[in-house]
């Protein structure tokens, strides 16, 4: 995006909203060299935030993830991102083919040692019509197992701990105070608006979606005024649904009773089954809050289907 374009909907935006005077304005960008040389003049168009997609810092894992750019392009990246933006992020994944409890914790310990604030690490999954399932079916390669994966979950947990920077959600890793804003939005299911070709939306009790293509977005605006191909009301429940399975992945946990209130449910959870799950130690709970354990976070799924499965009105796990 040219640093021009990021200005003026920078500047759109603020004509529709008054920014906050402390607003968090964050950038996704790549470690290419196009996109690096553009760095000083975006953060002089108003992002004082950048989430860089280093996603390894091993020139092999690169190739394997359908990475273009190599580690060394990447810790350059980095390198110029911390010289121009305020604040700088970026994302590894782990738990490839291979990686062990040595490898992983090298590469961690590294991106520990970078200066930045806040890190997302995500593990490697296999989602049906992907690149990966098609070679995991070839068997091109196959995935580490998931006893292999849980240690490596664990170990994140305890170095970024031990480093400052303690999981604030399942995959999310910061220094006191330099959470993602944007994403805690998602997670605290505050409201938030999508635009652009693609960009999804859910405000005022609506979700919404706009065109994917470029070009269809623009003729529906030419048309209609907007680019909105889809657009529904959200029903109590299923803003109980979402709001109780994105809180959950924080690990500050979500007050159930709250959610219940706000959306004039009676109850959103099985309250027999938290307590088991808690005396289980997957679940902590005290004043209507709820939370998972470390032990908790690796069976999220399982225990968001756990604790509602006897409430039919709040939860349907897909």
Do not use: C
């Amino acid at each position: 995006m040219d640093p021009a374009t990021v200005e003026e909907v920078i500047s759109a935006a603020a004509s529709h909203w008054a920014p906050a005077p402390d607003i968090e304005i964050t950038l996704e960008a790549n470690p290419n060299s196009v996109e690096t040389t553009r760095f000083a003049d975006v953060a002089s168009a108003g992002v004082n935030r950048l989430s860089l997609g280093l996603q390894s810092f091993d020139d092999k894992a690169l190739r394997f993830l359908g990475r273009a750019h190599s580690a060394r392009e990447g810790f350059a990246a980095l390198e110029t991102a911390q010289k121009h933006f305020r604040r700088a992020s970026f994302d590894l994944i782990y738990a490839l083919p291979g990686d062990t409890e040595v490898s992983w914790s090298a590469m961690l310990a590294q991106a520990l040692s970078l200066g930045t604030r806040h890190l997302s690490l995500y593990q490697l999954t296999i989602e049906q019509g992907t690149r990966f399932a098609s070679m995991v079916a070839r068997r091109d390669f196959e995935p580490l197992n998931s006893e292999t994966a849980a240690a490596l979950y664990e170990l994140t947990d305890a170095m970024t701990l031990a480093a400052g920077m303690p999981g604030y959600e399942i995959s999310n890793y910061a220094r006191p105070g330099s959470e993602s804003r944007h994403n805690l939005t998602y997670w605290h299911y505050g409201d938030y608006a999508g635009v652009g070709p693609g960009a999804h939306g859910r405000r005022l009790g609506m979700r919404s979606v706009r065109h994917r293509k470029p070009e269809n977005f623009m003729s529906a605006i030419r048309r209609n005024g907007h680019g909105i191909a889809e657009q529904a009301a959200l029903s109590a429940i299923e803003s109980a649904d979402e709001a109780l399975v994105m809180g959950l992945r924080l690990s500050e946990g979500v007050h159930v009773d709250e959610i219940a209130e706000r959306f004039d449910l009676p109850a959103i959870v099985d309250w027999s089954r938290v307590e088991r799950l808690e005396s289980s130690g997957y679940l902590t709970s005290a004043n209507g809050r709820i939370a998972l354990t470390g032990k908790g976070r690796l069976l999220l799924d399982h225990i968001l289907g756990e604790i509602a499965a006897a409430q039919p009105r709040a939860l349907a796990v897909g």
